[in-house]
């Protein structure tokens, strides 16, 4: 982009990563160039430094980390070597930063609202009434239901992809000259993310906005930067326009993530119609509050098998799973586990019960306890469930590291803020395994994985289920998961489910209009793949995206 002003200019970027007392050079000279209104894409496998570097680019680094060499400017402000206040005075109001968990993010204690005023009225940019009326219009913008409402409610009342949603909306509340976006929609629905897209390249073409987009989805990525620079271990691998990359990769590496997830496994046949359910959910009904949440769900999961439940955000898919974990009791209908009723509160339920059903949470940073080491955290349930101590104890403890393809020299005595995204999600899955369950739920457990990380997190899941005759429920909405490992697919809508059946049948057209919608909202690797979809939908104005109704 010649004929626009170069923002952000980073040169020979060197970041260290501290384990105990030894520090680790983790980026390798990295250069950045990023004019106004340009939006460059950060890819690259978990652990390549995508979010490192994006922090780096605002004069932040998280803790362990430190910038060892090299500049970075942002218009001209040497962002390195700038005071506390200088840096205050830019964050929030010219840097603006979209983080990968909004869960981990916002303040539990304070209402969306208040959250997303505070920036405008303390830069001066709005008043409190102003700073208001524009978080109204931008939460319609990014489609929240109930754009009037939903900011006086608490982070912990909303959906992860709602929350996701209101942070990006704040981080839009003062028109910044660059944004941050670290991997804005992973916690989104097809349909959703379309939306959100559309949203955010308007702001970006409206106001002159520059972006980093930090991302592992390389289609969603196709349809949002001008640019890619892919990253591997800390160092550059190449950069090039984004058609030119899509189309002409130079090196064998980025040609690696450009190739198109192979892994699925066979599809199971039906279970005999005699055999009884590993889980069997009957016409559950949930509500949070006054909130109805769950209307009459029904469904089974039966010995070695996998279901996935897919939907829109909001569609009730996390309260289902904490209704079978005993975490929210229905309000009425049970959940039955080889056809005996489970007490409906967790907190009754015997110590083979509550090992007998696991989950894997999709905010891993939310999930994983910041004071313990990953020793403590894989070892308590090897140690509360299985009574293994001391040098047993270890010795599982590594075995489970192993088999979520972490040595476990390096890993078993960090904390998790000194893990990459994709890492702490797989120390997610070792816990889950180290109760030694029947029957797990997976909510969203490739979200924060790279492509090539999570085929091999599918990989190791179906091997282990082959091997232990494990029951999955793989709540998700990426549908190349649910190709890849389902046997069977339940569609949920507004709190009941749409449509049910097996993978094959549900896959297969004729479609039922949601589950059609669902599939025609994948994002493809082609760079004009969203205004065609969105001109096919009748939304001429891509900025008018996230007031339209899309379907």
Same mark, same amino acid.
Request: glycine fraction near 8%.
């Given at each position: 982009?010649?004929?626009?002003?170069?923002?952000?200019?980073?040169?020979?970027?060197?970041?260290?990563?501290?384990?105990?007392?030894?520090?680790?050079?983790?980026?390798?000279?990295?250069?950045?160039?990023?004019?106004?209104?340009?939006?460059?894409?950060?890819? =690259?496998?978990?652990?390549?430094?995508?979010?490192?570097? =994006?922090?780096?680019?605002?004069?932040?680094?998280?803790?362990?980390?430190?910038? $060892?060499?090299?500049?970075? #400017?942002?218009?001209?402000?040497?962002?390195?070597? /700038?005071?506390?206040?200088?840096?205050?005075?830019?964050?929030?109001?010219?840097?603006?930063?979209?983080? %990968?968990?909004?869960?981990?993010?916002? !303040?539990?204690?304070?209402?969306?609202?208040? %959250?997303?005023? #505070?920036?405008?009225?303390?830069?001066?940019?709005?008043?409190?009434?102003?700073?208001?009326?524009?978080?109204?219009?931008?939460?319609? &913008?990014? &489609?929240?239901?109930?754009?009037?409402?939903? =900011?006086? &409610?608490?982070?912990?009342?909303?959906?992860?992809?709602?929350?996701?949603?209101?942070?990006?909306?704040?981080?839009?509340?003062?028109?910044?000259?660059?944004?941050?976006?670290?991997?804005?929609?992973?916690?989104?629905?097809?349909?959703?993310?379309?939306?959100?897209?559309?949203?955010?390249?308007?702001?970006?073409?409206?106001?002159?906005?520059?972006?980093?987009?930090?991302?592992?989805?390389? /289609?969603?990525?196709?349809?949002?930067?001008? &640019?890619?620079?892919?990253?591997?271990?800390?160092?550059?691998?190449?950069?090039?326009?984004?058609?030119?990359?899509?189309?002409?990769?130079?090196?064998?590496?980025?040609?690696?993530?450009?190739?198109?997830?192979?892994?699925?496994?066979?599809?199971?046949?039906?279970?005999?119609?005699? #055999?009884?359910?590993?889980?069997?959910?009957?016409?559950?009904?949930?509500?949070?509050?006054?909130?109805?949440?769950?209307?009459?769900?029904?469904?089974?999961?039966?010995?070695?098998?996998?279901? *996935?439940?897919?939907?829109? $955000?909001?569609?009730?898919? $996390?309260?289902?799973?904490r209704c079978i974990t005993g975490l929210l009791p229905?309000?009425?209908?049970?959940?039955?586990?080889?056809?005996?009723?489970?007490?409906?509160?967790?907190?009754?339920?015997?110590? !083979?019960?509550?090992?007998?059903?696991?989950?894997?949470?999709?905010?891993?940073?939310?999930?994983?306890?910041?004071?313990?080491?990953?020793?403590?955290?894989?070892?308590?349930?090897?140690?509360?469930?299985?009574?293994?101590?001391?040098?047993?104890?270890?010795?599982?403890? #590594?075995?489970?590291?192993? %088999?979520?393809?972490?040595?476990?020299?390096?890993?078993?005595?960090?904390?998790?803020?000194?893990? +990459?995204?994709?890492?702490?999600?797989?120390?997610?899955?070792?816990?889950?395994? *180290?109760?030694?369950?029947?029957?797990?739920?997976?909510?969203?457990?490739?979200?924060?994985?790279?492509?090539?990380?999570?085929?091999?997190?599918?990989?190791?899941?179906?091997?282990?289920?082959?091997?232990? !005759?494990?029951?999955?429920?793989?709540?998700?909405?990426?549908?190349?998961?649910?190709?890849?490992?389902?046997d069977e697919v339940v569609v949920m809508k507004a709190?009941?489910?749409?449509?049910?059946?097996?993978?094959?049948?549900?896959?297969?057209?004729?479609?039922?209009?949601?589950?059609?919608?669902?599939?025609? +909202?994948?994002?493809?690797?082609?760079?004009?793949?969203?205004?065609?979809?969105?001109?096919?939908?009748?939304?001429?104005?891509?900025?008018?995206?996230? +007031?339209?109704?899309?379907?």
């Open positions: 982009m010649p004929d626009k002003e170069m923002l952000v200019k980073v040169r020979d970027l060197k970041i260290e990563g501290r384990a105990g007392e030894i520090w680790t050079q983790i980026v390798n000279g990295v250069n950045i160039d990023l004019h106004r209104g340009e939006v460059l894409g950060l890819i =690259g496998e978990s652990g390549a430094g995508k979010s490192t570097i =994006g922090l780096a680019a605002m004069g932040f680094t998280r803790d362990g980390c430190r910038i $060892s060499g090299g500049t970075v #400017e942002f218009d001209g402000i040497d962002l390195v070597n /700038a005071s506390a206040p200088q840096k205050r005075s830019l964050l929030g109001r010219r840097i603006a930063y979209v983080a %990968q968990s909004a869960a981990a993010s916002f !303040n539990p204690a304070h209402k969306l609202i208040d %959250q997303h005023t #505070e920036a405008p009225t303390w830069h001066g940019v709005y008043g409190r009434t102003e700073a208001e009326e524009d978080a109204v219009s931008l939460y319609a &913008r990014l &489609r929240l239901p109930n754009p009037d409402e939903i =900011g006086f &409610r608490y982070p912990h009342q909303v959906s992860g992809g709602q929350l996701q949603r209101a942070m990006t909306a704040m981080a839009m509340s003062c028109r910044p000259d660059l944004i941050v976006f670290d991997e804005p929609t992973t916690a989104l629905d097809v349909t959703t993310q379309i939306e959100v897209l559309a949203a955010i390249r308007d702001i970006v073409d409206r106001f002159d906005t520059a972006a980093l987009y930090i991302t592992h989805d390389l /289609a969603v990525v196709a349809q949002m930067a001008d &640019r890619i620079k892919v990253l591997l271990k800390g160092d550059e691998v190449e950069e090039a326009d984004t058609r030119t990359m899509l189309a002409a990769p130079r090196e064998d590496y980025t040609k690696s993530l450009w190739a198109v997830r192979s892994f699925v496994r066979n599809q199971k046949p039906p279970a005999p119609g005699n #055999e009884v359910p590993v889980v069997s959910v009957k016409n559950v009904v949930a509500a949070y509050g006054k909130v109805p949440v769950l209307h009459g769900i029904d469904f089974d999961i039966h010995a070695g098998r996998t279901v *996935a439940v897919v939907g829109e $955000s909001g569609s009730g898919k $996390s309260t289902l799973a229905p309000l009425s209908g049970s959940v039955e586990f080889d056809g005996v009723a489970l007490p409906a509160d967790y907190r009754k339920r015997n110590r !083979n019960q509550l090992r007998e059903v696991q989950m894997i949470y999709q905010m891993a940073d939310t999930a994983l306890n910041p004071r313990k080491t990953i020793r403590e955290i894989i070892g308590r349930p090897v140690e509360f469930y299985l009574g293994l101590r001391g040098e047993a104890k270890r010795m599982r403890v #590594e075995e489970l590291l192993e %088999q979520i393809e972490l040595e476990p020299a390096m890993f078993i005595d960090r904390l998790p803020s000194e893990l +990459s995204g994709g890492q702490k999600q797989r120390i997610g899955i070792a816990r889950a395994l *180290a109760a030694e369950p029947k029957f797990i739920i997976c909510d969203e457990v490739t979200s924060a994985l790279d492509q090539l990380v999570a085929e091999g997190i599918l990989k190791l899941l179906a091997n282990l289920q082959d091997e232990l !005759n494990l029951s999955y429920m793989f709540i998700t909405h990426d549908l190349a998961t649910v190709r890849a490992i389902a709190g009941k489910v749409a449509e049910a059946g097996p993978k094959n049948v549900m896959f297969t057209p004729p479609h039922h209009p949601y589950t059609g919608l669902l599939l025609s +909202s994948v994002p493809e690797m082609d760079p004009d793949w969203l205004t065609t979809l969105l001109n096919e939908r009748g939304i001429d104005n891509i900025g008018d995206a996230a +007031s339209e109704k899309v379907g």
